[in-house]
């Protein structure tokens, strides 16, 4: 199943409000920032989200789900904070790393709260 048709499936909807900046990545300054709030099946969901000056279109439901579907399979891939960190690129002495780690892991836990049964099926079984 693509990501389109998920989001079809799923009648995920989206409303993005640019914002100032991001709060999991305050010391990105070259980006436009959004605050995205995904609705499902009476479910909600906020997702924070930056994009380069060089994407000038607001994001949509199917970039804000890709990217999501990325940082939930890197950490659900990793064994633990060390390897993600061995994954990511992140020094495991890191508190950036540790900050990041900590924001992908609630990311993830909010992503499977929002799709519940469906979470495993938008983890493995979604592309483009």
Same mark, same amino acid.
């Given at each position: 199943?693509? @990501?389109d048709q998920f989001i079809k499936a799923k009648n995920v909807r989206? &409303? %993005?409000d640019r914002i100032s900046e991001n709060p999991n990545v305050p010391d990105w300054r070259d980006a436009t920032h959004y605050k995205c %709030?995904? &609705?499902n099946a009476g479910r909600q969901m906020t %997702? *924070? @989200?930056s994009q380069g000056y060089g994407i000038t279109e607001d994001p949509t439901a199917k970039s804000v789900l890709y990217c999501l579907q990325d940082d939930c399979c890197g950490y659900q891939n !990793? +064994? +633990?904070f060390e390897g993600w960190?061995? +994954?990511h690129g992140f020094d495991a002495d890191s508190r950036k790393g540790e900050r990041l780690y900590k924001i992908t892991k609630k990311q993830a836990e909010a992503c499977e709260r929002f799709f519940g049964d !469906? *979470?495993?099926n938008f983890l493995w079984n979604v592309s483009e």
């Open positions: 199943m693509d @990501f989206i &409303k %993005v %709030v995904l &609705k %997702v *924070y @989200f !990793s +064994d +633990d960190c061995g +994954d !469906s *979470y495993e």
